[in-house]
């Protein structure tokens, strides 16, 4: 197996979205790039400038009519990208907008999904990551997660990783609770956002957004037991509330504001946000071993997503070293704001 220092690899998805607007149903934003795949290593992404680039990896498969212009764009962030290529079509989607807010909105498939599994990373660097990312059902998380780890074994790989688990939003319900339940015991971070973990008891989202009422939810999570030990993360994203992280260590949940206050007109487009804010988690636990550190540096990640429909530009400032900026701005230099204002 090739080696290279991995830090973040994800069984996400690249989608290719058509994009529908309530006010303007008849002309679509046609192959904008989207998935969890996509989302999340870009989150992690954004914390790994220069040489640190290839320390993001991703498998991914794509169809044999992917364009050559969006691929070349996913090349240009220099991660350790291995692309299989498939003659069936590359995995597409809608994305419906349902009013003018481009708040609330639907997606289904239109193409089947190419999944990544476990087998797909035989015999590359990303076996080998200090963080994996799912965006999967519990039936999935049963059977990767033990397969992921077999397959380090088998190659010489004594560390254990760090499991971050995004909840299939469709599987979220009370239906399968109980085998949610027995799955999280799988990962290290399960990360459901605010109406997926309602949804698992059958609770709706109230006009009032209710804190305490989250923190009773995830509490129920935490006493079945996150991760081998039970000491894993909740990392609740809870999208213009912030996000909430619980552990069974702390006294009580913790809570995070977004970068961005709600109604701020730098915010246009919300989607891929809660993956980016996985993958920049992810780095986060690395580089500090702290969930409430990698939560800021998820909520910052977050904050470069939700500025445009689609992926954030990455250029370099040549009059101040080659600096990588993303939308004009440092990332470590957002975050450092971000701590300085929430103290």
Avoid at 121 to 139: E, I
Avoid at 295 to 308: H, I, P
């Amino acid at each position: 197996m090739a080696t290279r220092d991995i830090s973040f690899a994800t069984f996400g998805m690249v989608i290719l979205d058509n994009i529908y607007f309530k006010d303007d149903w008849d002309n679509p934003i046609c192959d904008s790039l989207g998935g969890s795949g996509t989302y999340s290593t870009l989150g992690a992404r954004l914390f790994c400038s220069g040489d640190k680039s290839t320390s993001i990896g991703w498998v991914t498969r794509l169809g044999s009519d992917f364009p050559d212009a969006t691929l070349d764009k996913l090349k240009s962030w220099g991660t350790t990208l291995n692309v299989i290529h498939e003659l069936p079509a590359t995995t597409r989607g809608r994305l419906r907008y349902e009013d003018t807010t481009l708040g609330p909105k639907t997606f289904k498939y239109t193409e089947m999904p190419l999944w990544t599994l476990p087998e797909h990373f035989t015999d590359t660097p990303q076996l080998s990551s200090k963080t994996f990312h799912f965006l999967a059902r519990h039936g999935e998380i049963f059977r990767d997660v033990p397969k992921l780890l077999s397959m380090r074994e088998k190659a010489g790989i004594t560390e254990r990783p760090k499991i971050i688990w995004e909840p299939f939003p469709a599987t979220c319900t009370p239906g399968f609770l109980k085998d949610y339940m027995k799955a999280i015991k799988l990962v290290d971070v399960f990360s459901p956002n605010h109406m997926e973990l309602g949804n698992f008891f059958g609770v709706g989202v109230a006009e009032t957004f209710d804190r305490t009422l989250y923190e009773d939810l995830a509490k129920k999570f935490l006493d079945k037991g996150i991760g081998k030990d039970g000491n894993g993360c909740l990392a609740l994203r809870a999208g213009e509330h912030g996000c909430m992280v619980y552990t069974r260590q702390m006294e009580r949940p913790h809570w995070l504001p977004t970068y961005y206050e709600e109604g701020n007109e730098k915010v246009v487009d919300t989607t891929g946000a809660g993956n980016s804010f996985l993958g920049g988690f992810a780095i986060g636990l690395l580089e500090t071993g702290d969930v409430m550190e990698a939560a800021k540096y998820g909520s910052v990640a977050a904050s470069f997503v939700v500025e445009q429909i689609g992926v954030p530009d990455v250029t370099w400032d040549k009059h101040a070293g080659g600096v990588e900026l993303w939308n004009g701005e440092d990332v470590r230099g957002r975050l450092a704001v971000y701590n300085s204002r929430i103290g």
